[in-house]
């Protein structure tokens, strides 16, 4: 399920600085829908906000139920998201979970984890924590770099308060999506994207088995005249339901919070 809501968070590419943006997905796997995800995003050229809600639906409730909101605000330093503050938190199989990071520069500082870190995870060192963002952050950056280039080429180096992964997305052509499900149609970039364990592995998982690649891919469009480009189908693998399958159903233009019309 984390493998899910990492690759979703990673490639939604925000909105651009003229107006914040909402898209609602569904994602479907083993025929039947397994998680409901709405994000919100606020761009501009000085700062970003990003918030997703996130919950399990159908054989996904019962095997893991949960909900989740995710949200982080930072600027820019060149090119490179400068957060300055992360907190996801939420209920998965009936227990509490909350993350809140902040950062001293390149420094991340965990200022509150429940359940504790010592409870399920082995410590990520202080070395490998320097430098790193947020998922939320990588997808800002990625976010800029799509409406400026044109392509998904990018490594980051995330850190979630737990774990410590390296995620890297590549370009691999346009490609044109047939209806299905009522999701979006048309033309879209196609995206290869990769996430990559190195610490705070779990005690109780083999280490090897949790070190492979998840590999999977996006398709990146606009989906309505005007809008960015956002993430309209996403097929992501999965250790519980094998390739499940992320669709975008709606999105709208919002309006901007106060702090961000500038």
Do not use: K, N
């Not at 009522?182 to 090897?208: S, T």
Request: net charge positive; glycine share 8%; aromatic share 8%.
């Amino acid at each position: 399920m984390r493998s899910i809501l990492a690759a979703l968070l990673l490639l939604l590419p925000g909105a651009a600085a003229a107006e914040a943006l909402r898209a609602t997905y569904e994602v479907y796997a083993l025929g039947s829908t397994v998680l409901e995800l709405e994000a919100r995003f606020e761009l501009t050229r000085d700062a970003y906000r990003v918030e997703t809600t996130l919950r399990t639906r159908g054989i996904a409730a019962l095997v893991a139920s949960g909900e989740q909101l995710s949200r982080v605000r930072g600027g820019w330093a060149g090119e490179r998201p400068q957060p300055a503050d992360f907190v996801t938190e939420g209920v998965w199989r009936g227990r509490m979970r909350r993350i809140a990071l902040d950062w001293d520069g390149a420094e991340p500082r965990v200022l509150d984890l429940v359940p504790s870190e010592a409870e399920e995870r082995d410590p990520v060192p202080e070395a490998m924590r320097r430098g790193t963002v947020d998922v939320l952050s990588a997808l800002a950056q990625l976010a800029r770099q799509v409406a400026r280039e044109g392509h998904c080429e990018l490594t980051a180096p995330v850190f979630d308060g737990r774990r410590r992964s390296d995620f890297a997305t590549r370009t691999e052509g346009r490609e044109i999506l047939r209806p299905w499900r009522g999701a979006w149609q048309g033309e879209a970039l196609r995206c290869g994207f990769e996430g990559r364990l190195v610490a705070g592995f779990r005690r109780d998982q083999d280490r090897a088995e949790a070190a492979a690649p998840q590999r999977g891919t996006a398709w990146i469009a606009p989906p309505y005249a005007g809008a960015p480009a956002i993430p309209v189908r996403l097929d992501i693998p999965t250790r519980w339901f094998g390739t499940a399958t992320a669709v975008l159903l709606r999105a709208e233009a919002v309006e901007r919070r106060a702090e961000f019309r500038r």
